[in-house]
DNA sequence: GCAGCGATTGAACGAGTGTTTAATCTGATG
DNA sequence: CATCAGATTAAACACTCGTTCAATCGCTGC
């Protein structure tokens, strides 16, 4: 109220219709405080009524699945145009380091810990990136071939996804944009030797564990190329 | 109130007293519903009403910090008897296989995903337990030498604990013990294999990456004896 | 100018929360 | 038996939540 936003045509950057107003303002608050927060909250935070939102919206429901498919088509927006390796969590690192991206990936962050139906999307995403991007990376030669390229991919993102979630429970940043992407950062910069470490160089000796386990569990995933109906 | 559970002394297993029936419903209605569970519904399940629970605990936040108490409590003491590799995630790998302990598993689960001092407890404890591990197979000879062993001890722990909290948003599981525990083993069933071949080859062929890396970034970890008071 | 219509507001509602309080029940102690 | 302390309950309180509703504002078309 007291900043110079009164004027709807001469706010910096935006002539936004209200209902995106209040859209991006609920990514911004569901984001910092999680899917708690109430909407007259994110209603101040707009400058606009709780009944204004749930006027555009129906509901607050209404209100997360309009922020769900805003933020789902950011990020399939921003893949296409970012060239990356295809992995979805570099395009969130790509992200995180974009100054008006931030509270984008913020909510993502919660989405995904809360659950839900945004979090599975993004997660088999994220496994369909990894699968194709270490295939390919297997027909280049420089990636090791798997004895079940699915499983793989599956566990690396559950492994990248979840701990970073874990990171941001842990570690929870204040409310501003900067100190969140500062968090990011930090997360990538402690992450980033060990697991390269860990994909260079792996972690045991010899195979004689994975042998051991793969005798006590004989099931090969059904490699061959007319079998994976089984599902 | 239906069933057979009025009289305090014939109950089946217990004449505990009744601080300790509310405590142990409040580890089990926060484990299956979450940390937002009414008091009411802690006081139902335990046969008592919301006022008692206040009177005994002060309030819910004194509630939620006897059974923080508790369910570390259990940890500490089946860490003792139970013989494991040390890792506190083996730990709850065995715990959760008994019947009797699935609350305070799903407990757990429900506080690291939740934040807050418990959680970063249990992880502090965790990435203590996989450095000692750790070690101890490098003296062995069964495990791979790490440039910088304590943040390798930290990021396994953070993508081993982090991948199954994003499991089990994912996949949540039913109200009952049995849905809880059989989806444990669901999930740790399926990140075995990966897990085991991705410690036994790596995922790449050669170091190149982790080499680059490295020139990029030269810092090394303070790997001499007594430069460790950087911090 | 004036009817009409969506945008917007402020107040209310009902259900939920954690907590407080007065009253009752229970059992041991004098 | 009388008394006292703690356990326990039911009701009330103050608050927040999402949602609803009637009223007002501001503009557009006739």
Redesign the pocket.
Known sequence: MASTERD?EHRGGGDAT??DRIRDAAVDRFGRDGF????????ADA??????????F??????RKACDAHVLSIVRTEKTKVLTDGSALTLLTQLAGAERFAPTVRYLVRSLQAGGALAAALVDQMIADADAYLAAGVAAGVVRPSRDPAARARYLAHQNVGAMLLWFGLHPPAADHAAFREQFRRYVDQVTAPALELFAQGLLVDRSMLDDYLMYVPDPPTEGPAAAAAH
């Open positions: 709807p209200t209902p708690g927060a109430g909407l007259r909250a994110v209603a400058g606009v009524t709780a009944g204004l939102v749930v006027h555009h129906g509901s607050k429901d209404g209100l």
